[in-house]
């Protein structure tokens, strides 16, 4: 078969990796710290989680492992999106097994946890990774988003893990997919099996992130994808002068994608759901704000600009919300008289009868076509699909309109033209950037090390991630402490809490600050396509959202990273195998000030962020 001189390449790159990782398997032992407690809800999470819930961080540590060497079979599963990274999660959870024993063998369940219900399985063999190591995709076993819900649904996964005399069961996913993990690690524990099970985080959105996990794998790799473009598509706007475009980027939910491709971009507008719905904004005044930018933009000769979108924003924005969930309910109640109206006219005039006065005047106010889909577009359960909503055209023909209007009244002057665009799937198999084949491979090594270590419920954490890869800290976490209870359809369930962005935090701070002056200037960056080889610099540079979060302040401006490279060069010059290792101790010396005296009052890991 064929295959691109990239793809040969990236097949021979070796990644980089935190040297208490590079000892043999045998010579590292977990180092336990002080037990944990939940974010919140701790009672109510110790009672449904009898046997895992408190357990202590674990560090890697030198030291004695004989276990290691034990012949033993993995079960793997990715689930839910895919994030480029995953093979290198399984590239580096295979070598570990085969490192400790090489008749030990890791078993792919097809399709998600579907595959584990089904006992659908493949062997995973070294020959096999060969052809998928730091490469995009899950194609190697393919995933999905099955949720193991049902007591039926648990047994069956106990039996099939049981038949395939499983020692351990690792979760590649985001957060639902970790909270699975963390009832099946419950779950085989209280029916009297040692199968373990350890989650890795993975998702493009960035939203499974906390203290402990700084990020989820894929993010840094989707952003450069996508700000690449955006960078090309600003160019060339910057070069026609006759386009706004209206760029929609993926991330269901929070907005940590298009909060960091505007920092590595610098746009005249983003949007910011949480600033949004923080603000209580509504739909026209999110209209009416760009439209400002277009008008001062134009009043200086400049007929073109950028606009980032998040794709969770209509959810965001509290009248849209509101929207959605009266004809989510709507269409449920009524489905069979929805379903009997012959044309997209009488089903948009039977909605706006049926809605009460200010969601009927919010609906009326849409475009047609944004009418349709919120109509037609419906998942099994019946709830509108939001993510489907091309709030990209959404805005342009709210801008449109209103700028029209603005003509009409003498307000605007000059020519606005739109197109629209939206980035997604095309960031979401990408090969992964270094960082994320370092990361992945990493996560998925660690991930052994902690079976390897007797331990369940617990996710593989890789930390100090600003850093360069001599510097990292692995570690297992356990899922109980990432976890609440939230109301999930009708009933409190525990999960693990996403990550929205913080509007106190550094990246939106950083972003709030300069805003004013990319809407006005014209002020792209351009990152240009992801480098796989080169200074590290520019092949290696972590996401600015990690620089800000957890590197120096100034770290992520423009022009810091080769000062920050060479600071880091006299910081990092003799990297001491001791020090990069993060025992339960260590690890909570990572910890600012401020947190650990949280913790020492017993509200560890209070904040989620
Ligand atoms: P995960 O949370 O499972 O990683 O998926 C993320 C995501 O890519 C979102 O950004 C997007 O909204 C969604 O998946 C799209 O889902 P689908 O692959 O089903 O179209």
């Given at each position: 078969?064929?295959?691109?001189?990239?793809?040969?390449?990236?097949?021979?790159?070796?990644?980089?990796?935190?040297?208490?990782?590079?000892?043999?398997?045998?010579?590292?032992?977990?180092?336990?710290?002080?037990?944990?407690?939940?974010?919140?809800?701790r009672?109510?999470?110790?009672?449904?989680?009898?046997?895992?819930?408190?357990?202590?961080?674990?560090?890697?540590?030198?030291?004695?492992?004989?276990?290691?060497?034990?012949?033993?079979?993995?079960?793997?599963?990715?689930?839910?999106?895919?994030?480029?990274?995953?093979?290198?999660?399984?590239?580096?959870?295979?070598?570990?097994?085969?490192?400790?024993?090489?008749?030990?063998?890791?078993?792919?369940?097809?399709?998600?946890?579907?595959?584990?219900?089904?006992?659908?399985?493949?062997?995973?063999?070294?020959?096999?990774?060969?052809?998928?190591?730091?490469?995009g995709?899950?194609?190697?076993?393919?995933s999905?988003?099955?949720?193991?819900?049902?007591?039926?649904?648990?047994?069956?996964?106990?039996?099939?893990?049981?038949?395939?005399?499983?020692?351990?069961l690792?979760?590649?996913?985001?957060?639902?997919?970790?909270?699975?993990?963390?009832?099946?690690?419950?779950?085989?524990?209280?029916?009297?099996?040692?199968?373990?099970?350890?989650?890795?985080?993975?998702?493009?959105?960035?939203?499974l992130?906390?203290?402990?996990?700084?990020?989820?794998?894929?993010?840094?790799?989707?952003?450069?994808?996508?700000?690449?473009?955006?960078?090309?598509?600003?160019r060339?706007?910057?070069?026609?002068?006759?386009?706004w475009?209206?760029?929609?980027?993926?991330?269901?939910?929070?907005?940590?994608?298009?909060?960091?491709?505007?920092?590595?971009t610098?746009?005249?507008?983003?949007?910011?759901?949480?600033e949004?719905?923080?603000?209580?904004?509504?739909?026209?005044?999110?209209?009416?704000?760009?439209?400002?930018?277009?008008a001062?933009?134009?009043?200086?000769?400049?007929?073109?600009?950028?606009?980032?979108?998040?794709?969770?924003?209509v959810?965001?924005?509290?009248?849209?919300?509101?929207?959605?969930?009266?004809?989510?309910?709507?269409?449920?109640?009524?489905?069979?008289?929805?379903?009997?109206?012959?044309?997209?006219?009488?089903?948009?005039?039977?909605?706006?009868?049926?809605?009460?006065?200010?969601?009927?005047?919010?609906?009326?106010?849409?475009?047609?076509?944004?009418?349709?889909?919120?109509?037609?577009?419906?998942?099994?359960?019946?709830?509108?699909?939001?993510?489907?909503?091309?709030?990209?055209?959404?805005?342009?023909?709210?801008?449109?309109?209103?700028?029209?209007?603005?003509?009409?009244?003498?307000?605007?002057?000059?020519?606005?033209?739109?197109?629209?665009?939206?980035?997604?799937?095309?960031?979401?198999?990408?090969?992964?950037?270094?960082?994320d084949?370092?990361?992945?491979?990493?996560?998925?090594?660690?991930?052994?090390?902690?079976?390897?270590?007797?331990?369940?419920?617990?996710?593989?954490?890789?930390?100090?991630?600003a850093?360069?890869?001599?510097?990292?800290l692995?570690?297992?976490?356990?899922?109980?402490?990432?976890m609440?209870?939230?109301?999930?359809?009708?009933?409190?369930?525990?999960?693990?809490?996403?990550?929205?962005?913080?509007?106190?935090?550094?990246?939106?701070?950083?972003?709030?600050?300069?805003?004013?002056?990319?809407?006005?200037?014209?002020?792209?960056?351009?990152?240009?396509?992801?480098?796989?080889?080169?200074?590290a610099?520019?092949?290696?540079r972590?996401?600015?959202?990690?620089?800000?979060?957890?590197?120096?302040?100034?770290?992520?401006?423009?022009?810091?990273?080769?000062?920050?490279?060479?600071?880091?060069?006299?910081a990092?010059?003799?990297?001491?195998?001791?020090?990069?290792?993060?025992?339960?101790?260590?690890?909570?010396?990572?910890?600012?000030?401020?947190?650990?005296?949280?913790?020492?009052?017993?509200?560890?890991?209070?904040?989620?962020?």
């Open positions: 078969m064929e295959i691109s001189a990239l793809q040969s390449a990236r097949y021979a790159y070796r990644p980089k990796l935190p040297p208490v990782l590079t000892k043999p398997v045998e010579a590292i032992r977990i180092s336990l710290g002080a037990p944990t407690e939940s974010i919140g809800d009672e109510e999470l110790k009672r449904i989680f009898p046997n895992t819930y408190g357990k202590p961080i674990a560090g890697l540590r030198a030291g004695k492992n004989p276990n290691a060497l034990k012949r033993i079979n993995v079960g793997v599963i990715l689930s839910g999106g895919q994030a480029p990274g995953g093979h290198n999660v399984i590239a580096g959870l295979l070598d570990g097994i085969k490192r400790g024993n090489a008749a030990s063998r890791l078993f792919g369940f097809f399709g998600g946890p579907s595959g584990l219900l089904k006992n659908a399985a493949l062997e995973i063999t070294p020959k096999l990774v060969e052809q998928y190591r730091n490469t995709g899950f194609d190697i076993i393919g999905g988003r099955t949720k193991i819900e049902t007591p039926d649904q648990f047994a069956l996964a106990l039996k099939n893990a049981r038949d395939r005399e499983l020692r351990a690792v979760v590649i996913g985001g957060d639902d997919s970790n909270t699975n993990a963390a009832l099946l690690a419950e779950y085989f524990i209280s029916r009297g099996s040692d199968i373990q099970v350890i989650g890795v985080p993975k998702t493009i959105d960035g939203d992130k906390n203290e402990y996990i700084e990020s989820s794998f894929g993010f840094d790799t989707a952003v450069k994808t996508y700000s690449e473009l955006i960078g090309n598509i600003a060339d706007a910057a070069s026609a002068r006759k386009y475009h209206f760029i929609k980027l993926m991330g269901r939910a929070a907005s940590h994608i298009c909060l960091e491709c505007a920092l590595q610098q746009p005249n507008v983003a949007l910011i759901s949480e949004v719905e923080g603000k209580k904004q509504t739909l026209t005044q999110i209209v009416e704000s760009i439209c400002e930018v277009i001062l933009r134009a009043s200086r000769g400049l007929a073109f600009g950028i606009v980032l979108i998040p794709e969770g924003l959810e965001f924005i509290p009248e849209m919300k509101k929207l959605i969930s009266a004809l989510s309910d709507l269409l449920a109640h009524q489905a069979s008289t929805f379903a009997v109206l012959p044309s997209l006219d009488e089903q948009i005039r039977f909605v706006a009868q049926n809605l009460e006065a200010d969601s009927r005047e919010v609906f009326s106010g849409l475009p047609h076509g944004i009418k349709r889909q919120l109509l037609m577009d419906r998942d099994p359960h019946g709830n509108v699909q939001v993510s489907r909503i091309e709030t990209e055209q959404l805005l342009t023909a709210m801008t449109e309109a209103r700028i029209r209007q603005m003509k009409d009244s003498g307000a605007f002057k000059g020519s606005y033209t739109t197109l629209s665009h939206f980035l997604g799937y095309e960031g979401r198999s990408a090969f992964p950037s270094n960082f084949a370092d990361y992945c491979y990493s996560l998925g090594y660690t991930a052994f090390l902690l079976i390897a270590g007797g331990l369940s419920g617990y996710i593989s954490s890789v930390r100090n991630l850093h360069p890869a001599r510097a990292w692995p570690a297992g976490i356990p899922l109980t402490m990432m609440n209870l939230e109301q999930r359809h009708g009933s409190k369930k525990p999960v693990i809490k996403k990550a929205l962005v913080d509007l106190a935090g550094r990246p939106f701070k950083a972003f709030a600050a300069k805003r004013d002056l990319w809407a006005r200037e014209t002020l792209y960056l351009y990152p240009g396509a992801i480098q796989y080889y080169g200074p610099e520019v092949a290696d972590p996401t600015k959202t990690i620089l800000l979060e957890r590197g120096t302040p100034t770290a992520a401006a423009p022009g810091a990273a080769k000062k920050q490279g060479a600071a880091k060069k006299t990092g010059k003799k990297p001491r195998a001791k020090k990069a290792t993060a025992t339960g101790k260590e690890a909570a010396a990572k910890i600012p000030p401020a947190k650990r005296a949280a913790k020492k009052t017993g509200s560890a890991g209070k904040k989620a962020k």
